[in-house]
C-alpha cells in the first residue's frame, strides 16, 4: 500500500516539476514576443510602465540631490545640532522614510535586531530602524537590547550581590 502511494506522491512532484517548467518558457515566450513585437498592446503597456518608473527615478533622483544640497548649505554655515535634526527630519519625512524608535511596537520584531535575553527586561532602541512608508519594507534594520528592570515591589529591597556594596549619593 506505501508503495503505490510513494509512486503517486514521485509522480505529482514530477507533473509540478513540469508545470513550473512550462510556466518558466510561457514567462520567456511572452518576453520575447514583448522585445520582437514592440506594437502589440502588452508591449506598449510595459513600455509605458517603464517610462513612468524612469520619469519617477528621475524625480525621486532630484528630490534627493536637492535635500543633499540643503543639508549640506547648512552644515557648511555651521547650522547647530537641534537646526540639522530638524532639517534631516523634513528630509525623511519627503522622501517617505520613517524613523522607528520604539521597540516596543509588536511589529518591532520586523525592524529590530535584538540582542540579550529576551526575559530579561523590555527592549531599549540602540539605533533606530528605517521603514519605506510607501511599502512597509525595513530600509535599515534597528537595533535593540534587553534591558533589566526593577519592579516597584522590588525597590528597597537589595539583592544579595547588593550586600556587600554600599549606597552612594
Given at each position: 500500500?506505501?508503495?503505490?502511494?510513494?509512486?503517486?506522491?514521485?509522480?505529482?512532484?514530477?507533473?509540478?516539476?513540469?508545470?513550473?517548467?512550462?510556466?518558466?518558457?510561457?514567462?520567456?515566450?511572452?518576453?520575447?514576443?514583448?522585445?520582437?513585437?514592440?506594437?502589440?498592446?502588452?508591449?506598449?503597456?510595459?513600455?509605458?510602465?517603464?517610462?513612468?518608473?524612469?520619469v519617477a527615478a528621475v524625480q525621486n533622483r532630484t528630490s534627493h540631490l536637492s535635500q543633499l544640497a540643503q543639508i549640506d548649505a547648512a552644515v557648511?554655515?555651521?547650522?547647530?545640532?537641534?537646526?540639522?535634526?530638524?532639517?534631516?527630519?523634513?528630509?525623511l519625512d519627503q522622501a517617505g522614510l520613517e524613523k522607528v524608535d520604539d521597540a516596543d511596537d509588536p511589529e518591532s520584531t520586523r525592524y529590530f535586531k535584538f540582542v540579550?535575553?529576551?526575559?530579561?527586561?523590555?527592549?531599549?532602541?540602540?539605533?533606530?530602524?528605517?521603514?519605506?512608508?510607501a511599502t512597509g519594507r525595513t530600509v535599515r534594520l534597528g537595533v535593540a537590547k534587553y534591558v533589566g528592570h526593577r519592579s516597584p515591589q522590588d525597590e528597597g529591597h537589595r539583592s544579595p550581590q547588593d550586600e556587600g556594596e554600599e549606597e552612594t549619593e
Open positions: 500500500m506505501f508503495g503505490r502511494r510513494q509512486q503517486q506522491f514521485e509522480a505529482i512532484e514530477k507533473i509540478a516539476k513540469l508545470i513550473d517548467q512550462i510556466d518558466r518558457r510561457v514567462e520567456r515566450i511572452e518576453t520575447v514576443t514583448l522585445v520582437r513585437e514592440p506594437s502589440t498592446a502588452a508591449a506598449a503597456e510595459a513600455y509605458e510602465g517603464l517610462r513612468k518608473q524612469v557648511a554655515h555651521g547650522a547647530a545640532a537641534e537646526d540639522l535634526a530638524e532639517l534631516l527630519g523634513r528630509c540579550g535575553d529576551r526575559d530579561s527586561g523590555r527592549p531599549e532602541v540602540i539605533e533606530a530602524a528605517y521603514v519605506d512608508r
